[in-house]
């Protein structure tokens, strides 16, 4: 049992560049949420699913897209990285069942 | 405005020594209220949480917390530190409705001397 895994660990990307952030949880979570780190803003989300086919914005979605094809797997998509972009991205999720949400190791993502 | 607030940036104790971490909430509902820890370079990882019942909640590694509803509070405490508890402490309320948004603090940051 992984739990929640996270890939890549570190990034750095050129602005206008695109990438795709990787997450998966082998808990069978319904429920999963992208949120970014940044100094002195603490953690915001950016987007989250509730299954499969089921996407919604969070409070900073803007330069994201998100997918969620499977239960296990929830990537995440900047198409035209900007450098206010550059943050630690971390991956949660949770069964619908409990309140309680698992995070993930974290993507730190640097863009120049 | 739901808010947390975490007074303290920055804490240093000795090895040993008992440790209290303030939180403070703002949250119209009865909220759901967690403490998380990040590690150096390591992901969140959940200490407690508290959504109802009795008010001290106990977590892992010797933590506890307590909500004080009168005070909009849930500060974290362990009675004896040890040096491996180093880390940035993370509070959070929220976690319920479709979007399950957890409102975050900007986290204190512990460092422990020996």
């Known amino acids: 049992n992984a739990g929640v895994t996270q890939t890549p660990k570190f990034q750095v990307l050129k602005t206008g560049q695109s990438m795709t952030l990787q997450c998966a949880q082998d808990?069978?979570?319904?429920?999963m949420s992208w949120y970014r780190q940044d100094p002195g803003m603490g953690l915001r989300l950016i987007h989250y699913?509730?299954?499969?086919?089921?996407?919604d914005q969070g409070e900073v979605p803007n330069g994201y897209n998100v997918s969620r094809s499977t239960t296990e797997d929830f990537p995440l998509r900047l198409l035209s990285a900007a450098p206010s972009q550059t943050s630690v991205y971390f991956c949660?999720?949770?069964?619908?069942?409990?309140?309680?949400?698992?995070f993930g190791p974290g993507t730190r993502l640097t863009v120049l | 405005a739901q808010s947390v607030t975490q007074p303290d940036i920055h804490i240093t104790v000795s090895e040993g020594a008992s440790l209290e971490l303030r939180c403070n909430y703002s949250?119209?509902?009865?909220?759901?209220l967690f403490w998380y820890v990040q590690s150096p370079g390591q992901g969140l990882q959940l200490l407690l949480k508290?959504?109802?019942?009795d008010t001290l909640v106990q977590g892992i590694k010797g933590f506890e917390a307590e909500f004080k509803r009168s005070q909009s509070s849930f500060n974290l405490r362990k009675p004896s530190v040890h040096w491996s508890d180093a880390a940035e402490y993370f509070c959070?309320?929220?976690?319920?409705?479709?979007?399950?948004?957890?409102?975050w603090g900007l986290g204190t940051s512990l460092a422990v001397n020996p």
């Open positions: 699913s509730v299954g499969a086919g089921i996407t």
């Open positions: 808990m069978n979570h319904e429920y």
């Open positions: 949660a999720s949770s069964s619908l069942a409990s309140d309680t949400q698992y």
């Open positions: 508290y959504f109802s019942g």
């Open positions: 959070a309320v929220g976690g319920i409705g479709n979007n399950r948004k957890l409102i």
């Open positions: 949250y119209g509902a009865t909220p759901y």
